[in-house]
């Protein structure tokens, strides 16, 4: 999946009573520049959802991704608090270069 289809993803996890406040910064803080990820599989293995809410979640990005014209412009229809806004934005934020690569952050606790 590609980001900003990941970012609605914990977005919409966390809309609907899935992720916490805490567990969405988390993953927005972590999402790696050019590694796109299926996170709920990733949340799956961890026990943060199951197979049944994840479909569910991306089931609902895809249609909301069709009714906005796509993920981006889903995102910019979400209201949300400050920080999360912030965390959305800084998620979605340029791809640095291959001078600018950054070390993989330390695997998160969702717990």
Same mark, same amino acid.
Request: net charge positive.
């Given at each position: 999946?590609?980001?900003?289809?990941?970012?609605?993803?914990?977005?919409?996890?966390?809309?609907? !009573? *899935? /992720?916490?406040?805490? =567990?969405l910064? @988390?993953?927005?803080?972590?999402?790696?520049?050019?590694? &796109? %990820?299926?996170? +709920?599989?990733?949340l799956?293995r961890? !026990? *943060? /959802?199951?197979?049944? =809410?994840?479909? @569910?979640?991306?089931?609902?990005?895809?249609?909301?991704? &069709? %009714?906005?014209? +796509?993920?981006?412009?889903?995102?910019?229809? *979400?209201?949300?608090?400050?920080?999360?806004?912030?965390?959305?934005?800084?998620?979605?934020?340029?791809?640095?270069?291959?001078?600018?690569?950054?070390?993989?952050?330390?695997? *998160?606790?969702?717990?």
């Amino acid at each position: 999946m590609k980001r900003p289809d990941t970012i609605l993803f914990a977005v919409y996890g966390y809309r609907v !009573g *899935i /992720l916490t406040r805490d =567990q969405l910064l @988390a993953i927005l803080a972590t999402l790696r520049h050019g590694r &796109d %990820i299926d996170l +709920g599989i990733s949340l799956a293995r961890r !026990g *943060i /959802l199951d197979e049944r =809410q994840a479909a @569910a979640l991306w089931n609902l990005v895809d249609v909301q991704s &069709d %009714i906005h014209g +796509g993920p981006k412009k889903a995102l910019g229809t *979400i209201e949300a608090g400050a920080l999360i806004q912030q965390a959305v934005a800084a998620a979605l934020g340029p791809r640095p270069g291959p001078s600018q690569a950054s070390k993989d952050p330390p695997t *998160i606790r969702l717990d």
